[in-house]
Every structure is written in structure tokens, then in C-alpha cells.
């Protein structure tokens, strides 16, 4: 809790932002990799923008967990556990998508098809991010999650 506020509503918008801007920073770095610069030099924003989504992911994931009793006596627990899932598989196509996103950083023709293979990925992680923060905001609006941490009147 920071001012009365669950830390983890305060961590969610690290990784909600980053999902949204990874594939635009692909892009970008695949155009930058054709024309100005070595494409590997490019690809390590992504590469490196995926790592830090990556943790965030996680710090998010691991504070809502601390927070899932406090809420759970408030929303229904078909709706918490499709969050609960929508994360854990958020977690597992980013981190495989950064595993095959780090490969473009090698120089070969290897390399290169995991570039494509990462902006590709990229799609799917955004599709994922979704699905966690359309999840997290019908807990919050539809289902009044919120309601666990307003003072008792």
C-alpha cells in the first residue's frame, strides 16, 4: 500500500504502457536496422524494452497475488481467476517472445529471421496485454474491485 493505494494498481501501468509500445518500437528499429544503422544495434531497444516489460510483468503479477485475498471477498472468482490467467499467460508469451527477440541480436541470417520471428511475437504480446488489462479493468469497473481499499463509512 502507498497512500491508501494497493501497490499493484500502482505497477500495472508500467507494463500496460511498454505491452502498447513495444511493437511501435519495432517497427521503428526494423527501419532503422534497413537504412541507418546496423540492424542489430536497432534491435536492442526492442530487445531491451521487452526485458523491462518482462519485469514489470512480473512485479505486477507478483503484487496483485499479494492483493488477492483483500479483493477476492469483493469481486466474483470466475472474474479474478480470468485475470489471474490472463497474466500467467501474459508472462509466458513475453517471455518467449523476449527469448526469440534476444536472438536477433546475433548478426547472422539467424538473427535476422528472429527479428521478424520478435515483430511478429510483439503482435502476440499486445494481444495478451489485453486481454490482462481488459481483465484488470472489469475487475475494477464492472465488478468494483476498488471498493476493497475505500475507507469503511
Known amino acids: 500500500m502507498l497512500n491508501n493505494l494497493p501497490l499493484h494498481a500502482l505497477i500495472v501501468h508500467m507494463p500496460i504502457a511498454l505491452t502498447v509500445l ?12 534497413r537504412r541507418y544503422m546496423k540492424p542489430t544495434h536497432a534491435w536492442a531497444l526492442p530487445v531491451g524494452m521487452l526485458a523491462l516489460l518482462m519485469a514489470s510483468a512480473f512485479a505486477a503479477d507478483q503484487t496483485g497475488e499479494d492483493q488477492e485475498d483483500k479483493v477476492e471477498r469483493i469481486v466474483p472468482e470466475s472474474a479474478l481467476e480470468a485475470h489471474e490467467e490472463a497474466a500467467e499467460l501474459f508472462l509466458l508469451v513475453t517471455g518467449g517472445v523476449l527469448v526469440l527477440a534476444a536472438g536477433g541480436l546475433m548478426s547472422n541470417r539467424l538473427g535476422s529471421t528472429l527479428r521478424v520471428v520478435g515483430a511478429v511475437g510483439s503482435l502476440a504480446v499486445l494481444a495478451a496485454g489485453w486481454n490482462v488489462g481488459h481483465s484488470g479493468g472489469a475487475l475494477v469497473y464492472q465488478h468494483n474491485a476498488g471498493a476493497a481499499y475505500s ?3
Open 151 to 153: 475507507p469503511q463509512k
Open 22 to 33: 513495444v511493437p511501435i518500437f519495432v517497427v521503428i528499429a526494423l527501419l532503422l536496422g
